[in-house]
């Protein structure tokens, strides 16, 4: 670990203004990374970004609202490899921005070995009246989740058993790193990290994680689901009809009573699917799954895998979903009942060829794009793992000469961080004057006497 900083400007008055930005390389090389930069005096908007006015669901807790920082945070813990204990995994390493933040592997590899379930994916997590999470549901909330991974043993070890260390060593290890002093500052006040404070990180930055931009969405700014779309074709608007339509003498397919449109997320009543079979690697059955993610995004915007479908991978195409459905293979105590015939017996929608292919036609039109580009959502890391972190930005500064014989000297910094205001006669030794806030804005300012040759002043931010 090596902190730098870097001399960045001067005035050509009478009073020179230095200011400082802090770096911070990651890996400890000696340069510093040219890439992978996080400028936290402008943050990417995670708080206030549009969605339709139709996506109505959300499971934010009142206690967590998405902030710019706190989802600024939960990123470069999302993709830090320093949250395992070998520092070989991040929560990317399973849940991958190209794969609509899921995995193409049947069972992620953790440090330890493999994951006994598919990586769900994590696109709108947030829309959904589900606010349990897991496939199982064992998580009560999302903030829950985030750090159940870190603490499994296969996972990210830091389980504190079978020899790993526990989460405090994890908190340990945090603390002695100079930009999350910096980032829990920011957030929350304070440089104190615990494990609360990494949870809401990274539930803000999984919640931030939205796709409204499909097909699907184009079409339903311009009718209701219950109307042809103008820019879907037949097929998609056929397969629109069977998705939406409950079996019967309507002739639909009864989906959406279980992943109810707009949003497509799970139902929080459903039970499980039917599947028997095998438990992600290994055999037996796994008949506890009764979540799922939302359908958007199941496949990718070119109609590539974005993985494995199912809890266990099972599926590998649209079409193979729509087959289990169609016919679904076994009965078990917990299937949801809409899988089950009126009559009794399971589920059997005798669809045809063509209106299979026309619902998988409909899926595909709930992928979107920018998911899958966004910088907001891509590694902050180079691709030697190195980040800078801008905390004062020379180009932000300026200097005003006012009428009573002061100067103020104004900088737009990083929100929420209190800085050092220091003088100094030499450029070498600093003299501290006073502290200084950022309001809300991210300003801050001070007001002096006009300076005599030779005296300097600088804004500066030790973590």
Known sequence: MKMQTKHLTKSTMKTTRTLWTLFVALSGASALAQNGVVDLT???????QPRPAYITRDNTPSNNAITDAGATLGRILFYDKRLSRNSTVSCSSCHEQSRGFGDDATASLGINGSTGRHSMRLINSRFSNESKFFWDERAASLEIQTTQPIQDHVEMGFSGISGDPAFADLVARLTTIPEYRVLFAMTFGNATITETRVQQSLAQFVRSIQSFDSKYDIGRAQANDNQPFPNFTTA????KVLFINTPGPGGGAGCAGCHAPPEFAIDPNSRNNGTTGVIAVGTGTDLTNTRSPSLRDAVGPSGQSN???MHDASKSTLADVINHYNAIPGDNANLDNRLRRPGGGVQNLNLTQTQKDNLAAFLRTLTG???YTDQKWSTPF????DLELIILPASASTLTKNSNGTV???CSAAEGLTYRFESSTDLSQWN??????TDATGLIDRTVPMPYLNQFFRFTYIP
């Open 382 to 385: 180079n691709a030697q793992g």
């Open 408 to 410: 103020t000297i104004r």
């Open 432 to 437: 501290l004057i006073t502290t200084v806030t």
């Open 307 to 309: 993985g494995g479908l």
């Open 236 to 239: 998609e608007n056929a397969g």
């Open 42 to 48: 402008k943050l990417h908007n995670y708080a206030n």
């Open 369 to 371: 794009a920018n998911i």
